[in-house]
Structures are given as C-alpha cells and as structure tokens.
C-alpha cells in the first residue's frame, strides 16, 4: 500500500500516487481533525470500458474519445453505476477541457438549464417526487446555462441543487437551490478541475474549482448512500456539449 501523510488544506492541490497505487492520507477536513482521504476508483472515461469499482456506464448522444467523454446533443449524457454504494463521507473529482464558460453555458441554446455535474443515489437520476424520486434520495447537482439572451444563467458562477433526503416535493424532504456566490468576478480556466464533498458526520457538502472554494451547504440528514454520477445532463434539462469530461476520481473520507 502506498502511504502520504499530509495535513489537508482545501487552497492546495491533492498530491496523487501513481494509478497503481491506493492513496490513504491523514487530513483535516470540514473542519474536523482524523479523517483519512482513500483513493476508491479512477477512470480517464476514454473508453466505454468500465475500471475497478464501476458497475457500467450508460450514454446518449455522446461518445468517448481519447480527450475524454463529450456531449454532442442538447440531451446527451452519460451515466455511472457504481459497483458498490459511496461512503457518507467522500469526495467527487472530475476535471473537465475545452471549457469556455460563455459558450459553454449556451452550448444547448438559449433558456437553458445544464445539470452538468451529478450525484444521486436514485438510478433515474431525477430531482422531483412526481418524476420517480423518493423520500429518501440523496441529491447533489450543479447547474449552468444560458438566459433569453443566451447569456450565462448565474453570471460567471453556477448554482447548486442539493437535497440530503428526498426528492424536490417528497414529504420531509430537505430539497434546496442556492447560487455559489464569490466576492470577486471569477475567470474560469479552460480545462477546471471541481471537487464535490459530501460529509454527513460534518453535515456539510463543500463545492471547489481549481482548489477554490465556490460553496458550502448543510447536509444533515442522508440515510441513502450515493451510487450514480450522471454527466453533461440528468432528469429533464438540457446537457453541456462539446465539452470533455475526463480523470474521473471518487475518495472516501473516513
């Protein structure tokens, strides 16, 4: 096993081992001292074969290149099955390129809504109760795209979608949207890296770009585990073309 111990600081970069390698690190992490970050599965998603830790990947209107997975129709996507359901505590990685905001957000037309980074615990990857979500789905998403001007939706940030139990419009349910807010105008990089925790023990989910931090949510009440990661769309909305999605990584964060 390939041990590094660090201390974890959300404003630097992730020191990652070889592919080979299981990578277990001492961190603090939501503000809490003793978690330990574990490498459970990577994928580059060049190819419709599925590595270690992945179930199958299902997709529509897109296809796999050598850059990666890329979109190219307004309801194109791809899904994720996991082999096994996610921790309570872990993170999500993926890094997209060829990333131009302005075009990107419009990359479906004008009035669009783009799901572009998901995680449910629903195979039918839906946010409403009366499309096929449960009381008890675990949901995190985030949304660009484009106004009637075909502008970017949130300026030049995104918003996120978010419920740790049930479906938007399930009784009980904690379903909420908020827009990431930062205290200066943001230039996006053409190929960003984001970074999605999740952490029930610290009732918190926290949303990074380039190691920045956008957001942070309360998550309070999970009881189901996440298993499925839908790309460039989910549920009834519109997907983010021409745009790859690639280095796939999921930690545990126990």
């Not at 459970?40 to 990947?57: F, H, P, R, V, Y």
């Not at 996120?160 to 419009?169: D, I, T, Y």
């Amino acid at each position: 096993m390939f041990n590094l111990r660090k201390v974890y600081n959300p404003s630097l970069p992730f020191i990652h081992a070889d592919k080979s390698a299981k990578v277990l690190l001492t961190t603090i992490c939501f503000g809490l001292t003793g978690f330990t970050q574990e490498l459970l599965l990577e994928d580059c998603l060049t190819t419709k074969q599925s590595n270690a830790g992945i179930k199958a990947k299902k997709m529509d209107g897109g296809r796999f290149t050598e850059k990666g997975w890329i979109s190219e129709d307004p309801r194109g996507y791809l899904r994720i099955e996991l082999t096994e359901a996610l921790p309570f505590e872990g993170m999500l990685e993926i890094e997209l390129d060829a990333f131009h905001w302005a075009e990107a957000s419009a990359s479906s037309g004008k009035d669009r809504k783009i799901h572009f980074i998901n995680l449910f615990s629903n195979r039918l990857g839906d946010h409403h109760f009366e499309d096929g979500g449960t009381a008890e789905d675990a949901i995190i998403t985030l949304r660009m795209g484009s106004d009637e001007e075909g502008l970017p939706r949130y300026g030049d940030t995104f918003k996120v979608l978010w419920a740790s139990k049930g479906a938007k419009r399930a009784g009980g349910s904690d379903y909420h949207e908020r827009q990431a807010r930062l205290n200066e105008p943001y230039e996006w990089s053409t190929n960003p890296v984001f970074k999605v925790f999740w952490s029930r023990k610290n009732q918190t989910i926290r949303v990074l770009v380039d190691d920045k931090e956008f957001i942070e949510l309360p998550w309070k009440n999970q009881v189901e585990p996440f298993r499925y990661i839908f790309l460039a769309r989910a549920g009834d909305f519109y997907s983010l073309q021409g745009v790859y999605f690639k280095n796939l990584k999921i930690f545990s964060l126990e």
